[in-house]
């Protein structure tokens, strides 16, 4: 069982561990050998020290009772944009390195509290916005992982850890699950707390979940929404993970990026949408939709100038050219139009309320294709921008594959209904026609 402890899932390994078939200790310690035999070539982690994991989990082991803790022994990797006490956390750029926050951003004591191990910092790109950094795809590695999450997404991918955490501002939790072949979710904006973590537009800024199964993926939401707006009455996302639909309703929406879609994946959907049959309607969107990518831009760019403009005024020569050229177009907008983009965002979230009531979940691409060749680019989030800028949930199923690398589904749903989401999801995954 030790060669094969890295293929586990997080809850597989949470019941073993519990269970007494194996230690904490010992499961740190295989994917620590995992992770020595990939990273050279996959480069996802920007802060590891194995010492370190292996005393969080030897304070498992040694604690005993074990039954309190959700997520004992769970390995988990947390995106360097999100504060650790005791790890540096450095955002992705030389201007931060050696920073060391003084305290854990509340996700990651909550993790800490159910009995996750802190296995290190993954590498984000720079300031987890558009310029790519050194990870590489673990399906091909001469491919994009994905950004700015890309280092969380790879590190699942290659079995270094069961589950890590990522951030999402535009398309960089759903966009990377699906170049990475992995389960993800980018929650309704407020589900889960965002303090200690770099605020680049917090209109949009989630933190994000990766994992190889959708039951992981709905564990570690249970945990990390404790810290929410919605604590007080939380659904049990786990369940609603078992628990399939017994008749679900999907639509199928050609959203405002349909024109941005590869070829092969306008097939691929076309097909997937013809299979479900009678399950999958056609949604059309209305024209004021249409409107929601640019709006979406101007939010996030007058926040990043106003987030992100301490680097500029610190160095900018030291910033890459997609930064300094986002922060210098954030500070042209004027706060008439910020005003009037956010406005128009909830409008356009009630006419979303009313056109998805009838169905359990809506179905899109999560990137216009497949990973692209080369790390010169980290992807078009295009497919996500939409139910980024509504404030929706989004999950990443990985149940499709083209010429050997893996084509994400998106599916969304109302605010702070994951736990339909994640039945909806169930649903799917067990659908005949993708296990084909």
């Known amino acids: 069982m030790t060669s094969s402890l890295h293929e586990?899932?997080?809850?597989?390994?949470?019941?073993?561990?519990?269970?007494g078939r194996i230690t904490a200790s010992a499961y740190a310690a295989a994917l620590l050998s995992r992770i020595e035999t990939r990273e050279s070539e996959v480069q996802a982690w920007q802060h590891l020290d194995p010492q370190y994991a292996l005393e969080q989990a030897a304070r498992l082991d040694a604690r005993g009772d074990l039954s309190s803790l959700p997520l004992a022994g769970a390995a988990i990797g947390v995106k360097d944009i999100i504060d650790t006490a005791d790890r540096p956390?450095?955002?992705?750029?030389?201007?931060?390195?050696?920073?060391?926050?003084?305290?854990d951003a509340t996700v990651v004591r909550l993790l800490r509290e159910a009995g996750a191990v802190i296995m290190g910092k993954t590498v984000t790109t720079e300031l987890a916005y558009m310029q790519p950094a050194r990870t590489r795809n673990p399906w091909h590695l001469e491919h994009s992982p994905g950004g700015s999450s890309s280092g969380s997404a790879a590190a699942v991918?290659?079995?270094?850890?069961?589950?890590?955490?990522?951030?999402?501002?535009?398309?960089?939790?759903?966009?990377?699950?699906?170049?990475?072949?992995l389960y993800a979710l980018k929650p309704t904006n407020g589900l889960f707390p965002a303090d200690g973590i770099l605020e680049v537009a917090a209109a949009f800024d989630t933190v994000g979940i990766f994992a190889r199964s959708l039951a992981d993926?709905?564990?570690?939401?249970?945990?990390?929404?404790?810290?929410?707006?919605?604590?007080?009455?939380?659904?049990?996302?786990?369940?609603?993970?078992?628990?399939?639909l017994p008749k679900a309703r999907f639509a199928f929406a050609k959203t405002p990026a349909w024109p941005f879609a590869e070829e092969s994946t306008k097939t691929a959907f076309a097909a997937l949408a013809a299979a479900l049959g009678p399950a999958c309607e056609d949604l059309v969107l209305p024209p004021e939709f249409d409107r929601a990518i640019a709006l979406h831009r101007t939010i996030m760019f007058?926040?990043?100038?106003l987030n992100l403009g301490r680097y500029y005024n610190r160095g900018k020569e030291r910033l890459s050219a997609v930064a300094r050229e986002t922060i210098e177009a954030g500070r042209a907008i004027s706060a008439v139009d910020y005003a009037g983009a956010l406005r128009e965002r909830e409008r356009l979230y009630r006419q979303f309320e009313a056109l998805v009531a009838p169905y359990d979940a809506i179905l899109t691409p999560s990137s216009t294709?497949?990973?692209p060749l080369g790390l010169h680019t980290t992807g078009n989030p295009v497919f996500c921008t939409l139910w980024t800028f509504l404030g929706v949930p989004a999950l990443n199923l990985p149940l499709l594959t083209m010429n050997g690398l893996p084509l994400g589904i998106q599916m969304t749903g109302l605010r702070f209904r994951e736990d339909r989401l994640f039945r909806a999801a169930a649903s799917l995954c067990q659908a005949s026609i993708l296990k084909n």
């Open 8 to 19: 586990l899932t997080a809850l597989e390994a949470v019941d073993a561990i519990r269970a």
């Open 89 to 103: 956390t450095e955002n992705g750029t030389v201007l931060d390195a050696g920073r060391r926050p003084s305290a």
């Open 157 to 181: 991918a290659a079995g270094m850890v069961p589950v890590a955490l990522g951030t999402q501002t535009n398309g960089s939790v759903i966009r990377p699950a699906s170049f990475c072949g």
């Open 217 to 244: 993926v709905a564990a570690v939401a249970q945990v990390l929404a404790k810290g929410g707006e919605k604590a007080p009455a939380l659904p049990d996302y786990i369940q609603s993970a078992r628990e399939p």
């Open 302 to 305: 007058a926040e990043i100038a």
């Open 369 to 371: 294709g497949l990973a």
